[in-house]
Nanobody, 117 residues
């Protein structure tokens, strides 16, 4: 089984930057991809971006050019670097690990990001 924990959320002014971390533990060798999602009050959870086990990344159009996903394999950690933040980026951000362990996915607890105008 895999566990993921997000950290790094906080309050930032519009135009500022924040870096979120997603640390994985457990059977990390089974992970096929890590996705970053966010959910604002009253809205559905949406995919922000993802990174595959091969290192390829994908981003939602709304964050492309502003957000960057990277990883540190030695630390079993994936990062979400968020630049040029906008108030509409305000949400709880979640990390999700897709695994080949019975095709299971594992979610983190979420971390709050608030961008003030």
């Amino acid at each position: 089984q895999v566990q993921v924990v997000e950290s790094g959320g906080g309050l930032v002014q519009a135009g500022g930057s924040l870096r979120l971390s997603c640390e994985a533990s457990g059977s990390t060798f089974t992970i096929t991809a890590i996705g970053w999602y966010r959910q604002a009050p009253g809205k559905q959870r949406e995919l922000v971006g993802s990174i595959s086990s091969g290192g390829s990344t994908n981003y939602a159009d709304s964050v492309k050019g502003r957000f960057t996903i990277s990883r540190d394999n030695a630390k079993n950690t994936v990062y979400l670097q968020m630049n040029s933040l906008k108030p509409e980026d305000t949400a709880v951000y979640f990390c999700k690990a897709d695994t080949r362990w019975y095709s299971s996915a594992f979610w983190g607890q979420g971390t709050q990001v608030t961008v003030s105008s």
